[in-house]
C-alpha cells in the first residue's frame, strides 16, 4: 500500500490497481475521481481505456485463432487482407504479431499530417494513410519496432477469418465466459460507455485539460474495461479456461527475428528480463489515460494500474514497478555496486549560458508527452510541473541530474541544420525518445 500512499486523494482524479498472485488477488484498490467535472468517486466497476493493453487482448485473440487451425502465422498477411499496399506483399501474420514488419506507426504518420489529439480517427482514415506510404522501414523480419499499424491490421485479420467484427468476437469467445460483462473493444469514437472514467491531460502551461479520445479503430488501442473485469482475465491468463496452456505460451513468450535474435515482443506483450526475473509486460497511454501490465511467470505475479489522469509524478509504471520491487524484494536480484570511476573518466564540464540555451525547449514523446528543458540562474533545468531538477553537463550533449539519486541521462542530438532537435534518455524502463 505504500507505494501508492500519493494516490489517497479523493478531490482529484485517480485510479485503479490490482495485484494478484498464484490467482489469488492480495491487493485491491481505488483512488479518486473517476470524473471530476461531476466529483463521482472511482470504483471497481469504473471503466478505463487502457491504451496499448488492447493488443494483449488481440494477441490472445489472434493465438486462439492460430490454435484452432484459421490462422497459420506463416500465412502471408494478404492471404487475408487482399487489399493491402504492394509494399507490405512480404508481409506475414508473424511480423504483425512480433512488432517486426517495419509498418510505420498509424500514429506518428496522422501527427505527422497535422492530425491533432481530439481529432477523429477512424480505421478507414489509419488504412488510406498506410496507402499513402511508399516502402517500408526496413526489411520484415530483421528487427522489431512497436508500431501500432500491425494490431489494427491483425483485427482486420480476424474480422476477415471469423466474419466477426474484434469488437464482436471477443465479446463471444473472451468477454462473455470470463464474465467480463463490462470489457468491449470500442469501435465507434460516439458510442456512449456506461460508468467511463472521463481523463485529463495536464499541460505544463495550460494545467488540467479535458482528455480527448475519438478513436475508432480497435487492435493496437481501443479496449475499454474496468477493475473487476481486468482481474478475472489477469486470472485466466495465469490458469486458462478461456483460451489454453498453448495460447498462454504464446502470450509469454518472445517471438524470434529471422537470424534468431530475441524479437522482444509476443502476442502483444513486451518481454525481457527483470532484476533477474523473467518480465511480461505492457504499458498504455492514449487520450489522457495511463496504464501499466506487470507479469513475473516464476511468482505468478501479476500487478496492472489504470489511472484516467497523465500526470508524470504517477507514471503507472513507475508504481507498477515498484509494486513488483516491495512484493518481490527476495527473489529480485540487488543491484551491484557502482564501479569506482576510471581514470581520465569524462567528469563535468563547464557550460556558458549561451551553450545550454541551445538545448532549451519543449521535446515530445509518445505522441502526447511533453518534456521542457528550461534555463534558469544559469543553468540548465528539467521541469516537471512547478519543480524544476537541476542538470549538469556531462560532456557533449549529454546531461545528468544533479541529484545522484536520479540515475537518468538526457542526451541531446542535432538535426542536419546542426540545431539541437532531439532528446533521448532512459527512465529504467528502456530508451525513450523526444
Same mark, same amino acid.
Given at each position: 500500500a505504500r507505494v501508492f500512499q500519493e494516490w489517497e486523494r479523493p478531490d482529484r482524479q485517480g485510479g485503479v490497481v490490482a495485484v494478484i498472485e498464484k490467482g489469488q488477488v492480495i491487493f485491491k484498490r481505488c483512488f479518486g475521481q473517476a470524473n471530476v467535472e461531476y466529483q463521482l468517486p472511482t470504483t471497481p466497476q469504473t471503466v478505463y481505456d487502457v491504451g496499448q493493453l488492447a493488443e494483449c487482448v488481440t494477441g490472445m485473440a489472434i493465438g486462439m485463432l492460430v490454435e484452432q487451425g484459421k490462422i497459420s502465422t506463416s500465412d502471408p498477411v494478404k492471404k487475408y487482407l487482399p487489399n493491402i499496399p504492394s509494399y507490405a506483399d512480404g508481409l506475414t501474420i508473424a511480423h504483425l504479431i512480433h512488432h517486426t514488419s517495419g509498418l510505420p506507426d498509424w500514429y506518428e504518420l496522422m501527427t505527422a499530417a497535422g492530425w491533432n489529439d481530439g481529432d477523429?480517427?477512424?480505421?478507414?482514415h489509419i488504412h488510406n494513410i498506410m496507402k499513402r506510404q511508399k516502402q517500408l522501414l526496413f526489411e520484415p523480419g530483421t528487427k522489431s519496432l512497436p508500431s501500432r499499424t500491425d494490431y489494427v491490421l491483425l483485427a482486420a485479420v480476424v474480422r476477415g477469418v471469423t466474419g466477426q467484427s474484434l469488437r464482436?468476437?471477443?465479446?463471444?469467445?473472451?468477454?462473455?465466459?470470463?464474465g467480463m460483462n463490462r470489457t468491449l473493444f470500442r469501435d465507434s469514437y460516439r458510442e456512449t460507455v456506461e460508468n467511463r472514467a472521463y481523463s485529463i491531460n495536464?499541460?505544463?502551461? =495550460?494545467?488540467?485539460l479535458k482528455g480527448a479520445d475519438n478513436l475508432g479503430a480497435v487492435g493496437s488501442l481501443g479496449l475499454f474495461t474496468t477493475l473487476d473485469d481486468f482481474i478475472k482475465w489477469v486470472v485466466n491468463l495465469e490458469s486458462p479456461v478461456v483460451g489454453s496452456a498453448v495460447v498462454k505460451d504464446k502470450l509469454l513468450a518472445s517471438g524470434k527475428l529471422a537470424d534468431g535474435r530475441e524479437a522482444g515482443f509476443s502476442y502483444g506483450f513486451t518481454v525481457d528480463t527483470y532484476k533477474g526475473l523473467k518480465r511480461v509486460y505492457k504499458s498504455g497511454n492514449w487520450g489522457g489515460f495511463r496504464a501499466a501490465f506487470r507479469y513475473i511467470p516464476a511468482a505468478s505475479f501479476a500487478v496492472f494500474v489504470f489511472a484516467n489522469w497523465d500526470y508524470a509524478w504517477n507514471?503507472?509504471?513507475?508504481?507498477?514497478?515498484?509494486?513488483? =520491487?516491495?512484493?518481490l524484494e527476495a527473489m529480485l536480484e540487488k543491484?551491484?555496486?557502482p564501479p569506482a570511476p576510471a581514470a581520465g573518466e569524462r567528469k563535468p564540464v563547464s557550460l556558458s549560458p549561451a551553450e545550454l540555451a541551445q538545448y532549451v525547449g519543449e521535446y515530445r514523446y509518445n505522441g502526447t508527452n511533453y518534456l521542457l528543458i528550461a534555463l534558469e540562474?544559469?543553468?540548465?533545468?528539467?521541469?516537471?510541473?512547478?519543480?524544476?531538477y537541476r542538470l549538469v553537463p556531462m560532456g557533449e550533449g549529454r546531461f545528468s541530474f544533479e541529484d545522484p539519486n536520479i540515475p537518468v541521462v538526457f542526451a541531446f542530438s542535432k538535426g542536419p541544420d546542426g540545431k539541437v532537435s532531439q532528446l533521448s534518455f532512459n527512465a529504467g524502463t528502456g530508451e525513450a525518445i523526444a
Open positions: 477523429v480517427m477512424s480505421v478507414d464482436d468476437w471477443t465479446w463471444t469467445n473472451i468477454f462473455k465466459p470470463l495536464y499541460h505544463y502551461r =495550460d494545467g488540467d507514471d503507472p509504471n513507475i508504481c507498477a514497478d515498484n509494486a513488483v =520491487d516491495v512484493c543491484p551491484a555496486a540562474k544559469g543553468a540548465l533545468v528539467y521541469k516537471q510541473g512547478p519543480d524544476g
